[in-house]
């Protein structure tokens, strides 16, 4: 899939937003991998460092989780593992 990147916004924000998107839809789903830094620098085009900077925003976001010599893994999401609502009378 080719993705158009508009170059007149943060290129960064673009590629977490396609990213987030696929964690969204269930593309990636809670405990898959994300694509690594060469993976997302071939697709989209982007340099390294910017691929570096998607993955460190998903991180901090608390959409990901990275395991050093592993990967970059959907993390689950506290709504996920809450519940539901509470019932009222």
Not at 1 to 26: F, Y
Not at 36 to 42: G, N, P
Request: glycine share 10%; proline share 4%; no cysteine.
């Amino acid at each position: 899939m080719s993705i158009e990147l508009d170059r007149t916004r943060p290129v960064w924000r673009q590629v977490a937003a396609v990213v987030v998107a696929r964690i969204a839809d269930g593309t990636y789903p809670v405990g898959a991998r994300v694509p690594s830094v060469v993976e997302l620098s071939a697709e989209f085009g982007i340099a390294a460092s910017t691929a570096q900077k998607v993955l460190a925003h998903l991180k901090a976001e608390g959409l990901i989780r990275a395991e050093v010599g592993l990967g970059s893994f959907v993390a689950e999401r506290p709504e996920a593992a809450g519940g539901g609502s509470a019932a009222t009378a």
